[in-house]
Each structure stands twice: as structure tokens, then as C-alpha cells.
């Protein structure tokens, strides 16, 4: 069944994009090369599909998401951090917010906003900035046909590509986060915390947990990029009776939302180990990984603070996507997914014309 121009939009290649566009009159038999090429915004105003404003506004709308969210989960941050280092003190989630009131007050679960803030906006602009750069990348390596059928390891090579560069940024001020959150009396926040930890540790000590840090973001990004895609395009095909272009910007960011929210609990529980491990080493000095498995066990490390992580990351994965889209909606780009890629055939055809 084919579709008409304006009823799909490209997903990710290059190849799919004409420079202009002129509406035609169509054939009695249109071929189907006339019917999957997309025009590139190109009106006066309106930001060209993979031009360097179009990185930018990924990039800004990755500041956007992942800073705003992060900082707004403070509290289940701080709650969890805390139930991973000292569990015999903070034995539940509801004992655990229940101690923080009682031993620092209101403003006691919002310590270590600052740097979380810093730090993941520092994070997102690299995780979607990078994201939508290498796929595309990956994309024209892998030609038209190729990026039609092996979409979802394009979509998990771009969004590890992207976060192994993320995470470079957000480390120091992860490092600063979790010491802030777990030992009361080291800083207030970043402005002191940071330096202070650098006399302490030096500044290679920022970096101390960069390892077990992709260890938890890359299969996290990795799911939370590919599992996106994945959800939203099912939604679209099976659960929305009507084409993507055709459904309104509203509904189009509620089907961002809850596809983000469904990622987020696969995130979860694919990078919580890691998670304990790095809330671990950041805690204490001189911990090692080894430190980490004797002290919390094998089955602690995937199962210490699960719950309330899947909560946070499922509200905090929906939220994202849902302001990351918002945002490339308000500067005129299409919202993110949705739309099955071109048939291989097809592709094919295009790439020769």
C-alpha cells in the first residue's frame, strides 16, 4: 500500500529528503519513488533537516529535557542514592523520605541540585545533539537499502556513539552529585563541592567512575533511544487509527510521553546495576568494584533501589522525550519517530534516481 508524500515523513537517511519541492500533478500510475520522497523544510524561516541549526536545535531541546527533568527528580535522586550506600538506615523508600524530613527538612531533598542540573544538561545536549548527528551518519554509511532494514541497530549505535561523549561531560558533576547527596557534611553543592573534591582527590578523581558510568548509560541510552523509536512506530501502526501526519501536535506529544515512559522502565532495569555500582564508587574513597559486589551482593546490585529507580526513570524518560519533542514542535520539526522507514525496494529505487 503506498502512501502519499504528505502523509509520511522520513524517519532518518538522507536519501529520503529532496533540496525543494514542487507539488505535481500525480500520474494515473504514480511509481513509488514519486510517492516516499519528502521535501526538506525549505520555506524562509523553517530549519533544514540536518543543517547545523537543525543539530543546534536538537542539541538545545536536549539541554531542555534532560537539565529540567533531572533536577526536578532531586528527591527520589537523593532517596535512592541514600538507599544504595546505606541501606540498614534507609531500609524503603517510604522510611528513607520519612528520615531525610525528619534529619535535614524540605530543603534537605533538593540537596545537590546544582550540579544535577549542570551535569545533565551538560549530558543532553550530547545525548540528543550526537544522537540525531550519528544516525544520520550511520545512515549514509549504511545506504538506503541497509538503513530501511537494519533500522534499530542504526538507532543503538547512535545513541551509544552519543553517549560514550555524554557521559564525558556529566561525570565530574555525577561525581560532586552523589558525594553532596551522601555525605551531608561534605558540601553544600557544586560551588564548593567541586573544589573540594579535586583537593581531596585530584582531578582525575572526577573520572574515578567514567567506567561503571557507560557501564549504566550506555545500555540505558542505547534502550531508551531504540525502544523510542520502536514503541512509538507500533503505537502509529496499531493503537492510532489514523497517519502521524494527520494526528494533531498535541496527540503526537502524548504518544511521545508514553513511549518515553515505557522505555524508561526498560532503561531502568537494564542499567540499575551499574547505577548502584557508580552511586558506590563516588561515595567513598579508594571503593572498587570488587568493594562494591562484597558490600551489596550479586543480587543487591540489581535489585537495591529497583523500584524506586523504575518510577523515576519511567516519569523522568516520558517527561524528556516529551519536552525534547515539545521543543523541535515550537521551532517547526517534525516530532521524533512515528513513521516506518521506506521499504528496501523502494530505497533501492531512490538511491538510483
Same mark, same amino acid.
Given at each position: 500500500?503506498?502512501?502519499?508524500?504528505?502523509?509520511?515523513?522520513?524517519?532518518?537517511?538522507?536519501?529520503?529528503?529532496?533540496? *525543494?519541492?514542487?507539488?505535481?500533478?500525480?500520474?494515473?500510475?504514480?511509481?513509488?519513488?514519486? $510517492?516516499?520522497?519528502?521535501?526538506?523544510?525549505?520555506?524562509?524561516?523553517?530549519?533544514?533537516?540536518?543543517?547545523?541549526?537543525?543539530?543546534?536545535?536538537?542539541?538545545?531541546?536536549?539541554?531542555?529535557?534532560?537539565?529540567?527533568?533531572?533536577?526536578? =527528580?532531586?528527591?527520589?535522586?537523593?532517596?535512592?542514592?541514600?538507599?544504595? %550506600?546505606?541501606?540498614?538506615?534507609?531500609?524503603?523508600?517510604?522510611?528513607?523520605?520519612?528520615?531525610?524530613?525528619?534529619?535535614?527538612?524540605?530543603?534537605?531533598?533538593?540537596?545537590? /541540585?546544582?550540579?544535577?542540573?549542570?551535569?545533565?544538561?551538560?549530558?543532553?545536549?550530547?545525548?540528543?545533539?550526537?544522537? +540525531?548527528?550519528?544516525?544520520?551518519? !550511520?545512515?549514509?554509511?549504511? #545506504?538506503?537499502?541497509?538503513?530501511?532494514?537494519?533500522?534499530?541497530?542504526? !538507532?543503538?549505535?547512535?545513541?551509544?556513539?552519543?553517549?560514550?561523549?555524554?557521559?564525558?561531560? &556529566?561525570?565530574?558533576?555525577?561525581?560532586?552529585?552523589?558525594?553532596?547527596?551522601?555525605?551531608?557534611?561534605?558540601?553544600?553543592?557544586?560551588?564548593?563541592?567541586?573544589?573540594?573534591? =579535586?583537593?581531596?582527590?585530584?582531578?582525575?578523581?572526577? !573520572?574515578?567512575?567514567?567506567?561503571? &558510568? /557507560?557501564?549504566?548509560?550506555?545500555?540505558?541510552?542505547?534502550?531508551?533511544?531504540?525502544?523510542? +523509536?520502536?514503541?512509538?512506530?507500533?503505537?502509529?501502526?496499531?493503537?492510532?487509527?489514523?497517519?502521524?501526519?494527520?494526528?494533531?501536535?498535541?496527540?503526537?506529544?502524548?504518544?511521545?510521553?508514553?513511549?518515553? !515512559?515505557?522505555?524508561?522502565?526498560?532503561?531502568?532495569?537494564?542499567?540499575?546495576?551499574?547505577? $548502584?555500582?557508580?552511586?558506590? &564508587?563516588?561515595?567513598? $574513597? #579508594?571503593?572498587?568494584?570488587?568493594?562494591?559486589?562484597?558490600?551489596? @551482593?550479586?543480587?543487591?546490585?540489581?535489585?537495591?533501589?529497583?523500584?524506586?529507580?523504575? =518510577?523515576?526513570?519511567?516519569?523522568?524518560? #516520558?517527561?524528556? /522525550?516529551? %519536552?525534547?519533542?515539545?521543543?523541535?514542535? *515550537?521551532? @517547526?520539526?517534525?516530532?521524533?519517530?512515528?513513521?516506518?522507514?521506506?521499504?528496501?525496494?523502494?530505497?533501492?529505487?531512490?538511491?538510483?534516481?
Amino acid at each position: 500500500m503506498a502512501f502519499s508524500s504528505d502523509r509520511r515523513q522520513s524517519l532518518i537517511p538522507t536519501f529520503l529528503y529532496s533540496s *525543494s519541492f514542487t507539488p505535481k500533478t500525480p500520474a494515473p500510475n504514480p511509481s513509488p519513488s514519486n $510517492n516516499f520522497v519528502i521535501p526538506a523544510p525549505s520555506e524562509p524561516g523553517k530549519i533544514q533537516m540536518y543543517s547545523g541549526q537543525y543539530y543546534a536545535a536538537c542539541t538545545a531541546g536536549g539541554i531542555l529535557s534532560c537539565g529540567l527533568t533531572h533536577m526536578a =527528580v532531586t528527591p527520589l535522586d537523593l532517596v535512592k542514592c541514600n538507599m544504595q %550506600i546505606d541501606p540498614t538506615r534507609y531500609k524503603s523508600i517510604s522510611s528513607g523520605f520519612g528520615l531525610l524530613l525528619k534529619e535535614q527538612g524540605v530543603r534537605g531533598f533538593f540537596r545537590g /541540585w546544582v550540579p544535577t542540573l549542570f551535569g545533565y544538561s551538560a549530558q543532553g545536549a550530547c545525548k540528543f545533539g550526537f544522537y +540525531e548527528f550519528f544516525k544520520k551518519y !550511520y545512515s549514509d554509511l549504511a #545506504g538506503p537499502e541497509n538503513a530501511a532494514k537494519y533500522k534499530t541497530l542504526i !538507532y543503538l549505535a547512535g545513541s551509544a556513539s552519543a553517549e560514550v561523549i555524554a557521559d564525558i561531560a &556529566l561525570c565530574p558533576f555525577e561525581a560532586v552529585k552523589v558525594r553532596v547527596q551522601t555525605q551531608p557534611g561534605f558540601a553544600r553543592g557544586l560551588a564548593d563541592g567541586l573544589p573540594k573534591f =579535586v583537593r581531596s582527590e585530584g582531578a582525575l578523581g572526577l !573520572y574515578k567512575g567514567l567506567v561503571p &558510568l /557507560w557501564g549504566r548509560q550506555i545500555p540505558y541510552t542505547m534502550m531508551k533511544f531504540a525502544s523510542f +523509536e520502536t514503541i512509538v512506530e507500533l503505537i502509529y501502526k496499531h493503537a492510532i487509527p489514523t497517519p502521524k501526519s494527520e494526528c494533531s501536535k498535541q496527540a503526537q506529544l502524548g504518544v511521545s510521553f508514553a513511549g518515553g !515512559y515505557v522505555a524508561g522502565v526498560f532503561c531502568a532495569i537494564v542499567s540499575h546495576p551499574a547505577d $548502584n555500582l557508580v552511586s558506590f &564508587l563516588n561515595n567513598a $574513597n #579508594g571503593a572498587t568494584v570488587g568493594d562494591a559486589v562484597k558490600k551489596l @551482593g550479586l543480587l543487591g546490585l540489581f535489585t537495591r533501589g529497583l523500584p524506586l529507580r523504575i =518510577v523515576m526513570i519511567g516519569t523522568l524518560t #516520558g517527561a524528556q /522525550w516529551g %519536552i525534547y519533542d515539545a521543543f523541535k514542535v *515550537s521551532v @517547526g520539526l517534525p516530532t521524533t519517530g512515528g513513521v516506518a522507514p521506506v521499504p528496501a525496494p523502494v530505497a533501492a529505487e531512490l538511491a538510483k534516481a
